[in-house]
């Protein structure tokens, strides 16, 4: 199973960023998909994420009112839309699966974090 994502980069703060994940295998395989973010010296991070099966969004309070997640209608790609970007949004954007507990997404074990897609924001 592969979660690619893409779209990061370098911007100003206050400026928005579009990234996309696309995934080898249809959302309704798992419980929820989302974003989570990590940057360094700082703790890993549930950005946004989506229960599947009534596609409830959930937010960090740390990007609520500035992020939004959307899933396309094939199922299989992810978009993270980030506006008013700020510097301590800068980190690796990861695009994983993920269990949910009351609604909300619990981050995934070691092993499935990837890649993922930096991203710097300026001061």
């Known amino acids: 199973v592969q979660f690619v994502a893409s779209g990061g980069g370098l911007v100003q703060a206050g400026r928005s960023l579009r990234l996309s994940c696309v995934t080898s295998r249809d959302f309704q395989n798992y419980d929820a998909v989302g974003w989570f973010r990590q940057a360094p010296g700082k703790e890993r991070e549930a950005v946004a994420c989506?229960?599947?099966?009534?596609?409830?969004?959930s937010y960090s309070e740390s990007v609520k009112g500035r992020f939004f997640i959307s899933p396309d209608a094939d199922k299989r790609t992810l978009t993270l839309q980030m506006d008013d970007l700020r510097p301590d949004d800068s980190a690796v954007y990861h695009c994983?699966?993920?269990?949910?507990?009351?609604?909300?997404?619990?981050?995934?074990?070691?092993?499935?974090w990837g890649q993922g897609t930096r991203v710097t924001v300026a001061s």
């Open positions: 989506m229960r599947v099966r009534d596609s409830k969004f």
């Open positions: 994983i699966s993920a269990k949910t507990i009351g609604g909300l997404c619990q981050l995934p074990p070691d092993g499935a």
